[in-house]
C-alpha cells in the first residue's frame, strides 16, 4: 500500500509537469506569440481524452487478471513517454511538427495515466480497514498533490535559476528527464507489490469477471452515473482551481512565470495538509455531509476568489489559490474513496473508468483550455470561477440523494 501511494506521486508529477511549464512550452514548441498558450492548453485538452480509453484498457486488465499486472503496465508506458518527451526537438529545431509530436506524446502519457490512479485507489480501499478507508484512500489524493507540488517546485527552480534563452533552449528538459528517473523507479518499486485482497478472494471465489466491460454496464450503472458527478466537481476544482491558476496569473493576474510558479507551490502544500483531514473527517462523519458542504464551497467562492486573484497583488493571488486548493484538496480526498464505493470488488476499475476518469476527461482535461479561451475572449477575470461554481451548482442534489457508503461494505452491487 506504501508503494501504491509513492507512486501516485511520481504519476502526477509526470503528468501535472504540463500544465505548470505551460507557458513555457507553449513558447518551446509553438513558437510564441498570440494563440501559444492556448494552442498549448488546447494539446492537454486533446490529450486528454485518451484518459477514458487507458482506464477503461487497464481497468479491464485489472478486473480481468488483476491490479498489479495493469498498474505495472501503465507505468512502464508513462516512463517511456516521458522520456521520449525530454528527448524532443523543438520548433525551433523543425517547426510546427515540434508541436504535433508533443502532442503525440500527451495521448501516450493520458492513455497511460487511466490506468493508474483509478488502480491505485481501488488498490488502496480494497486492503483498508473498513472504518479508514477514507483516511487511506485519501493518501492517494495528497500523494498526488506531493507530486503536483513536486512538479510545481521543480518547475518554479528551474524557471527561476535559468536565464530566458537557456530556459528556452534545453532547461525545459530537466524536469521531464527528472519525471522519467523516477517514474522508472517507480516501477522496480511496484515489481515487489502483492495483489490486491479483493481480487485475490475473487480469483479464489471464481467471480472475477471475464468481459468487465458488460459486468460493469450490466451491473453498476447508478454506480457510473455518482462516480461521474463526483468526478465532475473533483476535476473542475483541481484542474482549474490548482493547476490552471499559475497560468491564469501569468497571463490575467499581471504577475511573473516564477512568482506564479512559487504561489501555486504555496496552495499546494495547503492541499497536503487538508487531504488526510477530509479524508479522515469522512470516516467519522461520513462520505455525504463532508461532499455537499465542500460543493457549497465550490458553488460560493471561486468567482470572488478568481476576482481577488486577478488584481495584480501577490497577496490576494495568494488567499485565493490557498482557498481554491483547499476546496479542490478537500473534494479529491472524499472523491476518491467516495467514487470507489460505489461498485463492488468486480468490476471495480472499469466501473472507475467508465464513470469516474470519463468525467476527468471532460471537466479535467478540456476545463484549462476552456478557461483560457473564456477569460480572454470575454475579459472577465472571474470566468473560470464561473465555470466551477456552474458544475457545483449541477452536482449538488446529486450528492444530496446518494447513499452513504462510509460505514456500510466496500461498495453496493448496484
Same mark, same amino acid.
Given at each position: 500500500?506504501?508503494?501504491?501511494?509513492?507512486?501516485?506521486?511520481?504519476?502526477?508529477?509526470?503528468?501535472?509537469?504540463?500544465?505548470?511549464?505551460?507557458?513555457?512550452?507553449?513558447?518551446?514548441?509553438?513558437?510564441?506569440?498570440?494563440?501559444?498558450?492556448?494552442?498549448?492548453?488546447?494539446?492537454?485538452?486533446?490529450?486528454?481524452?485518451?484518459?477514458?480509453?487507458?482506464?477503461?484498457?487497464?481497468?479491464?486488465?485489472?478486473?480481468?487478471?488483476?491490479?498489479?499486472?495493469?498498474?505495472?503496465?501503465?507505468?512502464?508506458?508513462?516512463?517511456?513517454?516521458?522520456?521520449?518527451?525530454?528527448?524532443?526537438?523543438?520548433?525551433?529545431?523543425?517547426?510546427?511538427?515540434?508541436?504535433?509530436?508533443?502532442?503525440?506524446?500527451?495521448?501516450?502519457?493520458?492513455?497511460? %495515466?487511466?490506468?493508474?490512479?483509478?488502480? %491505485?485507489?481501488?488498490?488502496?480501499?480494497?486492503?483498508?480497514?473498513?472504518?479508514?478507508?477514507?483516511?487511506?484512500?485519501?493518501?492517494? $489524493?495528497?500523494?498526488?498533490?506531493?507530486?503536483?507540488?513536486?512538479?510545481?517546485?521543480?518547475?518554479?527552480?528551474?524557471?527561476?535559476?535559468?536565464?530566458?534563452?537557456?530556459?528556452?533552449?534545453?532547461?525545459?528538459?530537466?524536469?521531464?528527464?527528472?519525471?522519467?528517473?523516477?517514474?522508472?523507479?517507480?516501477?522496480?518499486?511496484?515489481?515487489?507489490?502483492?495483489? $490486491?485482497?479483493?481480487?485475490?478472494?475473487?480469483?479464489?471465489?471464481?467471480?472475477?469477471?471475464?468481459?468487465?466491460?458488460?459486468?460493469?454496464?450490466?451491473?453498476?450503472?447508478?454506480?457510473?452515473?455518482?462516480?461521474?458527478?463526483?468526478?465532475?466537481?473533483? $476535476?473542475?476544482?483541481?484542474?482549474?482551481?490548482?493547476?490552471?491558476?499559475?497560468?491564469?496569473?501569468?497571463?490575467?493576474?499581471?504577475?511573473?512565470?516564477?512568482?506564479?510558479?512559487?504561489?501555486?507551490?504555496?496552495?499546494?502544500?495547503?492541499?497536503?495538509?487538508?487531504?488526510?483531514?477530509?479524508?479522515?473527517?469522512?470516516?467519522?462523519?461520513?462520505?455525504?455531509?463532508?461532499?455537499?458542504?465542500?460543493?457549497?464551497?465550490?458553488?460560493?467562492?471561486?468567482?470572488?476568489?478568481?476576482?481577488?486573484?486577478?488584481?495584480?497583488?501577490?497577496?490576494?493571488?495568494?488567499?485565493?489559490?490557498?482557498?481554491?486548493?483547499? %476546496?479542490?484538496?478537500?473534494?479529491?480526498?472524499?472523491?476518491?474513496?467516495?467514487?470507489?464505493?460505489?461498485?463492488?470488488?468486480?468490476?471495480?476499475?472499469?466501473?472507475?473508468?467508465?464513470?469516474?476518469?470519463?468525467?476527468?476527461?471532460?471537466?479535467?482535461?478540456?476545463?484549462?483550455?476552456?478557461?483560457?479561451?473564456?477569460?480572454?475572449?470575454?475579459?472577465?477575470?472571474?470566468?473560470?470561477?464561473?465555470?466551477?461554481?456552474?458544475?457545483?451548482?449541477?452536482?449538488?442534489?446529486?450528492?444530496?440523494?446518494?447513499?452513504?457508503?462510509?460505514?456500510?461494505?466496500?461498495?453496493?452491487?448496484?
Amino acid at each position: 500500500m506504501a508503494i501504491a501511494a509513492f507512486s501516485t506521486v511520481v504519476e502526477w508529477y509526470d503528468f501535472t509537469l504540463y500544465l505548470y511549464l505551460a507557458t513555457v512550452l507553449s513558447r518551446v514548441f509553438h513558437g510564441g506569440g498570440e494563440g501559444s498558450l492556448a494552442a498549448t492548453l488546447a494539446g492537454f485538452a486533446v490529450a486528454y481524452l485518451l484518459r477514458p480509453l487507458g482506464a477503461i484498457v487497464f481497468g479491464h486488465i485489472g478486473d480481468r487478471f488483476g491490479r498489479r499486472r495493469s498498474m505495472l503496465l501503465s507505468v512502464a508506458l508513462m516512463t517511456a513517454a516521458m522520456l521520449a518527451t525530454a528527448l524532443l526537438p523543438t520548433h525551433h529545431d523543425i517547426g510546427p511538427a515540434a508541436a504535433w509530436l508533443l502532442l503525440a506524446l500527451r495521448c501516450v502519457m493520458s492513455f497511460s %495515466v487511466g490506468g493508474e490512479y483509478v488502480g %491505485v485507489v481501488a488498490y488502496l480501499l480494497e486492503g483498508a480497514p473498513p472504518n479508514r478507508r477514507g483516511l487511506i484512500a485519501s493518501t492517494a $489524493s495528497a500523494a498526488s498533490e506531493i507530486g503536483a507540488l513536486l512538479a510545481v517546485g521543480v518547475s518554479a527552480l528551474t524557471v527561476h535559476l535559468l536565464p530566458a534563452p537557456a530556459l528556452d533552449a534545453w532547461g525545459w528538459r530537466i524536469p521531464f528527464v527528472i519525471g522519467a528517473a523516477l517514474a522508472g523507479t517507480v516501477w522496480i518499486a511496484r515489481s515487489a507489490m502483492q495483489e $490486491s485482497p479483493d481480487f485475490e478472494r475473487q480469483r479464489a471465489a471464481g467471480t472475477a469477471p471475464d468481459r468487465p466491460l458488460a459486468y460493469a454496464l450490466t451491473h453498476q450503472r447508478a454506480g457510473i452515473l455518482r462516480g461521474f458527478a463526483i468526478s465532475a466537481l473533483g $476535476s473542475i476544482t483541481y484542474y482549474v482551481g490548482i493547476t490552471h491558476v499559475p497560468s491564469f496569473l501569468a497571463s490575467t493576474g499581471g504577475l511573473g512565470e516564477g512568482v506564479s510558479l512559487w504561489l501555486a507551490t504555496i496552495a499546494a502544500v495547503a492541499v497536503i495538509l487538508v487531504t488526510p483531514l477530509a479524508g479522515a473527517l469522512s470516516d467519522r462523519l461520513g462520505r455525504k455531509p463532508v461532499l455537499v458542504a465542500l460543493c457549497v464551497a465550490g458553488a460560493i467562492l471561486p468567482v470572488a476568489m478568481f476576482s481577488m486573484m486577478a488584481g495584480g497583488s501577490q497577496t490576494h493571488a495568494l488567499i485565493g489559490a490557498v482557498a481554491l486548493a483547499c %476546496v479542490a484538496g478537500g473534494v479529491s480526498a472524499v472523491g476518491a474513496v467516495a467514487t470507489a464505493e460505489q461498485f463492488s470488488g468486480e468490476g471495480r476499475l472499469t466501473g472507475l473508468a467508465l464513470g469516474a476518469t470519463t468525467a476527468t476527461a471532460l471537466f479535467g482535461g478540456l476545463a484549462p483550455w476552456l478557461a483560457q479561451i473564456l477569460t480572454d475572449r470575454s475579459g472577465w477575470a472571474a470566468a473560470p470561477g464561473a465555470m466551477i461554481a456552474g458544475v457545483a451548482v449541477f452536482v449538488l442534489p446529486v450528492l444530496f440523494t446518494m447513499p452513504e457508503t462510509a460505514h456500510g461494505s466496500r461498495g453496493p452491487s448496484r
